[in-house]
């Protein structure tokens, strides 16, 4: 059984930084990629960063610039590095993590960015 579960979430001042913490677990026997995906309310579910087994990295254009992917010494952790934060991101950031076709997916971690 594989779990997946995020850290790092809370409240932070428009223009502030955040680092959240991804960790999965469990009978992993090869990753394709591990990414992160938030949901505002009321909004669909969107993809924010993925990074790939060969570490390449893509991001979604309205986060490019502020938000880094990267993972941990441990293959199976990956953080993302929040800076600028502005408003608009507020949301429920999720890490999905990709092996052997199967998608596993976290429960998620609140981000506020409010004043």
């Known amino acids: 059984q594989v779990q997946v579960v995020e850290s790092g979430g809370g409240l932070v001042q428009p223009g502030g930084s955040l680092r959240l913490s991804c960790a999965a677990s469990?009978?992993?026997?090869?990753?394709?990629?591990m990414g992160w995906y938030r949901q505002a309310p009321g909004k669909e579910r969107e993809f924010v960063a993925r990074?790939?087994?060969?570490?390449?990295?893509a991001y979604a254009d309205s986060v490019k610039g502020r938000f880094t992917i990267s993972r941990g010494n441990a293959k199976n952790t990956v953080y993302l590095q929040m800076n600028t934060l502005k408003p608009e991101d507020t949301a429920v950031y999720y890490c999905?993590?990709?092996?052997?076709?199967?998608?596993?997916w976290g429960k998620g971690t609140l981000v506020t960015v409010s004043s």
């Open positions: 999905k993590l990709l092996a052997v076709g199967i998608n596993y």
């Open positions: 469990g009978n992993i026997f090869s990753i394709n990629a």
């Open positions: 990074i790939g087994s060969g570490d390449s990295t």
